[in-house]
T-cell receptor, first 116, second 111 residues
Framework: DADVTQTPRNRITKTGKRIMLECSQT?????MYWYRQDPGLGLRLIYY???????NKGEISDGYSVSRQAQAKFSLSLESAIPNQTALYFC???????????????FGPGTRLTVL | GENVEQHPSTLSVQEGDSAVIKCTYS??????FPWYKQELGKRPQLIID?????GEKKDQRIAVTLNKTAKHFSLHITETQPEDSAVYFC??????????FGKGTLLTVNP
């Protein structure tokens, strides 16, 4: 969906380097998410944010940190990258439904990260 | 927390046949069940979803059924076409909580 963008789309880095992946959205959604995708393991949640002042750990947050700079921006950082963080990373957004339920998630195009 | 099991992990069918993918969930409070399709090299995209107050939902060749008592839901694709080939993910969500995905099913439709 063109309303959710991620930069960079591809990145190759070395062990120990700090990496930041950025996500921007023009959907006006309050809720943003970072997922990691590995073959055979599906989509695993790293961090999520229900609004600018809210940050929550997902199921695999170790080795990652996030920053919610604004409603439209949610960044994922790897402070010291390691090879097993090589994966496809997706950002997603969702709106807060009328009854407070989290609704459909819209994904960005993904960032392919390789850590050598 | 929620646990979503998805089967099969791979599915191969002939064009025109039907395909069924099944998922089970563990949290009885889950009330929203989306299905995503991910084509090779692309992002996951929602194809159909169902809420817990509905037992079945259809959209052209795609249908989803939900059995709350048994805590399982299924995706049904009829008259499959080669362009249906992709990885399909089920997911379950509890209100104001996070979405939990199954591990995915690679569907191959052979011409």
């Amino acid at each position: 969906d063109a309303d959710v963008t991620q930069t960079p789309r591809n990145r190759i880095t070395k062990t120990g380097k700090r990496i930041m992946l950025e996500c921007s959205q023009t959907k006006g959604h309050d809720r943003m998410y970072w997922y990691r995708q590995d073959p055979g393991l599906g989509l695993r949640l790293i961090y999520y944010s229900f609004d600018v002042k809210d940050i929550n750990k997902g199921e695999i947050s170790d080795g990652y940190s996030v920053s919610r700079q604004a409603q439209a921006k949610f960044s994922l950082s790897l402070e010291s990258a390691i090879p097993n963080q090589t994966a496809l990373y997706f950002c997603a957004t969702s709106d807060k439904g009328t009854s407070g339920n989290t609704d459909t998630q819209y994904f960005g195009p993904g960032t392919r990260l390789t850590v050598l | 927390g929620e646990n979503v099991e998805q089967h099969p992990s791979t599915l191969s069918v002939q064009e025109g046949d039907s395909a069924v993918i099944k998922c089970t969930y563990s949290d009885s409070a889950s009330n929203y069940f989306p299905w995503y399709k991910q084509e090779l090299g692309k992002r996951p995209q929602l194809i159909i979803d169902i809420r817990s107050n509905v037992g079945e939902k259809k959209d052209q060749r795609i249908a989803v059924t939900l059995n709350k008592t048994a805590k399982h839901f299924s995706l049904h694709i009829t008259e499959t076409q080669p362009e249906d080939s992709a990885v399909y993910f089920c997911a379950a969500l509890r209100s104001n909580y996070k979405l939990t995905f199954g591990k995915g099913t690679l569907l191959t439709v052979n011409p």
